[in-house]
């Protein structure tokens, strides 16, 4: 494993519409998150399905805004604002549940 492959360890997609109260909350949630737990260690895409509605086929997004873990793998996704940082924790498997 590289040097860079280590120091992004979590590829994180986050699809939004716009930009809303909950896409806000939800991005700022994420990046709180990361800092705290997965410092260095994470990169995150934002997708605003607005401006590209194709992309949510690609990762089966059904609500916004849903989180998709792409790496580790498996793919784990979660869907709302991430206001609950447990629930968020546990489901990328940062935390065992």
Do not use: W
């Amino acid at each position: 494993m590289s040097k860079q492959e280590k120091t992004k360890a979590y590829e994180l997609r986050l699809y939004v519409a716009g930009k809303t109260a909950k896409s806000t909350m939800a991005l700022n949630n994420l990046k709180k998150y990361c800092e705290e737990h997965l410092k260095g260690q994470y990169k995150i895409e934002v997708i605003d399905l607005l401006v590209q509605p194709q992309l949510a086929a690609g990762d089966q997004i059904f609500a916004i805004p849903t989180l998709v873990r792409k790496v580790p793998e498996p793919i784990r996704k979660i869907i709302g604002d991430l206001s609950n940082e447990e629930k968020v924790l546990v489901g990328l498997n940062i935390l065992p549940a």
